[in-house]
């Protein structure tokens, strides 16, 4: 029998492997943090670096002459007669313009007028068609105007295209891209912040430089409210009603499962349902976000509900118990104290489930939400709501798709506005959450 005697102040071998064994594991814990960190830096790096160019645009600046012998060859500014000029009558005067500004600062190239006006985007014309009709008494004069320079000419001052790459392409050559260097030189082509990427609207495959995200920004609202207006009534009454009223029987057992259930469906199942139930069966407008927002509504409901029931399941019975011990009813104790004490949990469960509705594709494509839909924002609820729009994913997706790089550009420049969307209502539900937390 051996008389040795093991201090407990002394580390045994034992002792010693547990340490070690927790050591790695923090290690694990926080290599694990650190991949996830780099990960998520990785990603926002890749999407600000591809997409904050779309909030840049390169424009041309030109002193256009409105022809009165042009525009309005009566003299009389009758506007239905000049309404009659189409976009091909204006497109000399942006020829004529561009001509002049190049002797005007001594530039010389051997490009005809035609090539030179395609430096601008197609758009040019129809945006100084609409300025003469809106104001008929600008004709006779010569206006400066700030015109959209062409994807390809956008694309050269920003390092997407260069003089390689062009080789084959028939939209610009190398004589234009020199031309364009003489203009930024004489200060005609410079890039400034794009307000229209943000408040415009989707454009053809011909005009990219002219796309924006502002219609299916509204599309997106839109679609929230009546997700809000839906889901957020009717997911709480259904809580309430499960966690508080209803007996606990098979039938309200099953009722629970299948919410479950719903919550971890693929939102395409959703859209499925939206096109065969309320499109090709109630024969609701397609592409309209009231359409939208109901199929959404549909799948945010599974997620109000659950975290609706937690947050009711997180309010103390001794709370419904002194209610009760005092007098109060059962929907008095539930809607008087339970519900006010819950409330900020079931704020940050509607909020993240709008989050998580706002950033649905799948369903959205299946209803008909594409791009290209709508060109003007919608002027009253009524047509908010039941007029054919685009959502901010189903647009993102639509430029992605895209051949033209500047659409591209723009799809990421889609994500930067939208994910500025998810992280401020995520935001807004931390800071309800800690504003109304209670603890006990």
Known sequence: MSDTKTSLLSVDARTRKRNAAETRFRLYGLGAIGIGLAM??????????NGLGAFQQTFVTL????????????????????????????????????????????????L???????????????ELRDFVINDPTQIGKTVEFTFLANSRVD?????????VS???????????????????????IKKRFNLAFITGADASDARPEAAGMGVAMMGSFFMMMVVLALALPIGVAASIYLEEFAPKNWITDVIEVNISN???VPSIVFGILGLAVF???????QSAPLVGGLVLTLMTLPTIIISTRASLKSVPPSIRDAALGVGASKMQSVFHHV?????????????????????????????????????????????????????????????????????????????????????????IAVILRRRFERRW
Do not use: C
């Not at 050559?173 to 200060?187: C, H, K, P, T």
């Open 155 to 163: 694309g050269y001052l920003k390092g997407r295209v260069n003089r």
């Open 339 to 427: 519900l006010p004490l819950a409330a900020p949990g079931i704020l940050t469960g509607t909020i993240i489930g709008l989050a998580q509705a706002l950033g649905e594709t799948a369903p959205l494509l299946l209803i008909g939400m594409i791009g290209f839909i709508a060109s003007n924002a919608p002027d009253s609820v009524a047509s908010g709501l039941l007029d054919p729009n685009s959502a901010m994913p189903a647009q993102i997706y639509e430029w992605a798709k895209r051949a033209d790089p500047a659409f591209y550009e723009r799809a990421w420049g889609g994500i930067i506005i939208l994910l500025a969307f998810l992280v401020s209502m995520n935001t």
């Open 279 to 285: 499109i090709n069966y109630m024969h609701l407008p």
């Open 166 to 188: 062009i080789a084959d392409d028939k939209n610009i050559n190398a004589e234009q891209l020199d031309l364009v260097d003489a203009m930024v030189d004489a200060g005609l």
């Open 63 to 110: 002193k256009v002459p409105l022809l009165e012998a042009k525009l309005d060859k009566s003299g009389t500014r009758d506007l239905e007669k000049i309404k009659k000029v189409s976009t091909f009558g204006y497109a000399p005067l942006i020829a004529q313009a561009m001509q002049d500004a190049l002797a005007e600062n001594g530039i010389e190239t051997s």
């Open 40 to 49: 998520l830096v990785l990603l926002l790096v890749t999407i600000f670096g």
């Open 262 to 264: 719903l919550a971890a």
């Open 112 to 126: 005809k007028p035609k090539k030179q006006a395609e430096l601008m985007s197609k758009s040019a014309a129809a």
